[in-house]
């Protein structure tokens, strides 16, 4: 039987450090993406995540292993956001609105 163990904080910092240390754990083979997202636009900076990947070099047609390319995603980047698509829009007849940003 699991049982739930209360925890307690004594700082705002500490508070914060448990729950991102619960959430790991809820979520343990995913990226947590919208957590990730939700902690790069607020002000408290010892939440934010950098996402770095790195994969192989794409060529026309070809995969090129033996180059890589490293991508970085930095808290408070707009690539967090991505374009409303353009079919979305027109069947909408312009109510739904491209990102301002």
Do not use: C, H
Not at 48 to 59: A, E, G, I, S
Request: hydrophobic residues 40%; proline residues 5%; positive net charge.
């Amino acid at each position: 039987m699991n049982v739930a163990a209360p925890l307690t904080a004594t700082t705002q910092a500490d508070a914060i450090v448990k729950v991102l240390e619960e959430r790991r754990r809820e979520l343990p083979f995913s990226i947590r993406w919208y957590d990730i997202r939700r902690f790069s636009v607020n002000d408290y900076p010892a939440d934010d995540v950098t996402v770095t990947r790195t994969f192989y070099k794409v060529n026309v047609g070809a995969v090129d292993l033996t180059s890589t390319q490293t991508y970085s995603l930095a808290p408070g980047s707009k690539r967090y956001a991505v374009p409303i698509n353009g079919v979305e829009i027109m069947a909408s007849k312009n109510i739904i609105g491209q990102n301002g940003y």
